[in-house]
C-alpha cells in the first residue's frame, strides 16, 4: 500500500474570505461517489470521458440540494472509489482547488495504491483507447487542508475486501475467502483486478475544533452481490460483505464523526448495517441503474436532504451520495 499527498499551499488572505471554512459553519461536507475513472459506460457500448472539472460540477450540492448554484461550497472530504492512482487522484484534487479559487495542493489526496497494475481488456468500451483508461483502479479520499489536518499516523494500512472465487461452493460464508493473491482471479487478464476493491482509511482532525474525523472508502466486488463475503469464512457485518480492517477500527473508535463510503457492489445493505459502529446509512434511491449498490454511513448529526442524499446529475455510472453533518 502507498498513500500519495498532495503539497499543500497557504491561500492568500482574499481567498481565504471568499469560501467560509467548515468550522466557519460548523458544517462538514461529505461526498462519495464511484467516479469510474472518469469514463463513463454508455448503453450502446461506446464510453464517454469526463474531466474531473464537469464531474464535480454535476456532483457537489447546496443546502438544498441544487448543483451548479452560488451556494455550493467547498466539501471537506469527497471518499472515491475506481480512480486510475496517485496522478488521477492529484489532477482531480487540484481541478477542484481550481474550482474553488484555491492554490493547487489546498486539497489532498491519500490512494490505497499509488499506481496499480492494469486488467482487464475493454473494459466494455468501443473504443479501446477509452477503455484503456479504465484499467488502473484503486480508491482514495481527497479532502480539504483548509478545514481538514491529517497526521502521519492517523493513516490505516489497505485491507482487502473479501470474495467467493468463481466455482466454490457457498453456505452461509464458508466457501469466502480474501480477495487478494494467491485467491485472486485466474488468468494474466484479471491478475492485478483485486486491487481495485483495497480500502483504505485515515482519521483527520477539524482544525478549529480538534474534532476527530474517521474517513473510508470501499469497494466491494460483484461477487458480493449475489455472495455477502468478508474474507475468510465471513459474510461480514449483517451480512453484508463490509468489514473493517484492524489499522482502521483502531482509528474509527478514536473519532467523534464517522464516515464510510461504499461502492458495495450488492442490494438491499439496510442503513442500520453499521449500527454498531454508532453509524446510519443515508440515501436509498438507486445509484446504479437500478439498483442501490453504493452507500454512505455516517456516525453524526446529518442535515436532511431535499432530494434524499442522492444527486442525480452526477457525470459516472454511480450517483453521488452526500452528507452535511453539523458539529
Not at 36 to 51: F, H, K
Request: proline share 4%; charged share 15%.
Amino acid at each position: 500500500m502507498a498513500a500519495a499527498a498532495l503539497t499543500a499551499t497557504t491561500p492568500s488572505i482574499a481567498q481565504a474570505r471568499e469560501t467560509p471554512t467548515a468550522a466557519a459553519d460548523r458544517v462538514l461536507r461529505v461526498y462519495n461517489n464511484n467516479i469510474e475513472n472518469l469514463v463513463r459506460n454508455n448503453a450502446d457500448g461506446s464510453c464517454t470521458r469526463i474531466s474531473g472539472t464537469d464531474h464535480l460540477t454535476s456532483m457537489l450540492v447546496d443546502d438544498n440540494g441544487r448543483t451548479g448554484t452560488s451556494g455550493v461550497q467547498a466539501p471537506d472530504l469527497l471518499i472515491v472509489q475506481q480512480v486510475r492512482g496517485t496522478g488521477q487522484a492529484t489532477a482531480y484534487a487540484d481541478q477542484l482547488s481550481a474550482k474553488f479559487g484555491y492554490p493547487a495542493g489546498t486539497y489532498k489526496a491519500i490512494v490505497a495504491w499509488n499506481d496499480p497494475e492494469p486488467w482487464g481488456s475493454s473494459h466494455n468500451c468501443s473504443q479501446q483507447a477509452t477503455g484503456d483508461l479504465k484499467k488502473k483502479q484503486t480508491n482514495g479520499i481527497v479532502y480539504n487542508t483548509r478545514t481538514l489536518s491529517l497526521a502521519a499516523g492517523d493513516l490505516a494500512k489497505y485491507w482487502s475486501a473479501g470474495w467467493l472465487k468463481p466455482g466454490t461452493s457457498y453456505a452461509g460464508g464458508s466457501g469466502c475467502t480474501l480477495y487478494k493473491p494467491p485467491n485472486n482471479d485466474n488468468g494474466a487478464t484479471n491478475a492485478y483486478k483485486w486491487k481495485r476493491t483495497s480500502a483504505i482509511a485515515a482519521r483527520f482532525r477539524i482544525k478549529e475544533t480538534g474534532t476527530t474525523v474517521f474517513a473510508a472508502t470501499m469497494h466491494l466486488p460483484e461477487q458480493n452481490g449475489a455472495n455477502a463475503c468478508a474474507g475468510a469464512g465471513s459474510t461480514g457485518i449483517a451480512n453484508s460483505g463490509i468489514h473493517v480492517g484492524a489499522d482502521a477500527a483502531s482509528l474509527m473508535n478514536a473519532s467523534t464523526i464517522r464516515v464510510i463510503g461504499i461502492d458495495a457492489n450488492r442490494v438491499k445493505i439496510a442503513p442500520t448495517t453499521l449500527s454498531g459502529f454508532g453509524m446510519t446509512g443515508y440515501g436509498a434511491k438507486a445509484t446504479s441503474g437500478s439498483r442501490k449498490i453504493d452507500y454512505l454511513f455516517v456516525k453524526g448529526a446529518v442535515q436532511p436532504s431535499s432530494i434524499d442524499h442522492t444527486v442525480n446529475s452526477t457525470k459516472s455510472n454511480h450517483l453521488a451520495l452526500y452528507g452535511f453533518i453539523t458539529f
